[in-house]
């Protein structure tokens, strides 16, 4: 599968609008701080199953740092490095493996983990927060990671139909062409 580069951008663009505008609406309001799923994360996860670590690094500090400007601007980078480090790590872990949506289901739900830790670290480490990390881990960690999870599950395949195209077939040996005179 080849990954086309710019209709993942305006997905991740897309995607950045919906949980910027649909997704508050509809997450409950008991649940608004808690649950904050990231869709160009997962579309980040997605280019480093597919197109490698370098280009899922540089994805995730663009996205990282629009999502930095757009929602968190007290402290700008966290999402950044997180999203950027994230995605290089997972590209790195899945190497050569064929990208499948159980993989790209555990990436999402470990990427999570880890994205959503390296955000309370850094906001730990300039005192943004005086949460404990096992309050954070029970209060919104562990529930935006369920729920990406089930998002990457949902959107793993209309992910590779819209953003792959597929490689071209392997050419024929030729001992198939000799054998067909």
């Given at each position: 599968m080849k990954l086309r580069i710019h209709r993942t951008i305006l997905a991740a663009l897309v995607l950045l609008l919906i949980e910027t505008?649909?997704?508050?609406w509809l997450v409950p309001t008991a649940m608004s701080g808690r649950i904050v799923?990231?869709?160009p994360f997962l579309v980040t996860l997605f280019v480093a199953a597919?197109?490698?670590r370098h280009i899922a690094f540089f994805f995730g500090l663009g996205f990282g740092l629009l999502q930095d400007v757009i929602f968190y601007g007290h402290l700008i980078g966290a999402y950044a490095f997180g999203m950027a480090l994230t995605g290089?790590?997972?590209g790195l872990a899945v190497g050569r493996l064929r990208p499948s949506a159980g993989l790209y289901v555990v990436l999402a739900a470990?990427?999570?983990?880890?994205l959503d830790s390296i955000v309370y670290?850094?906001?730990r480490l300039f005192q943004v927060t005086t949460a404990s990390y096992l309050f954070a881990i029970g209060w919104q960690i562990l529930p935006t990671t369920a729920v990406q999870a089930?998002?990457?599950a949902l959107l793993y395949f209309p992910f590779r139909r819209l953003l792959t195209r597929p490689a071209p077939a392997a050419s024929q040996g030729s001992d198939e062409r000799s054998?067909?005179?």
């Open positions: 505008a649909v997704l508050p799923p990231h869709f597919t197109a490698g290089y790590l997972a470990f990427g999570g983990f880890m670290a850094i906001y089930a998002l990457a054998s067909a005179d």
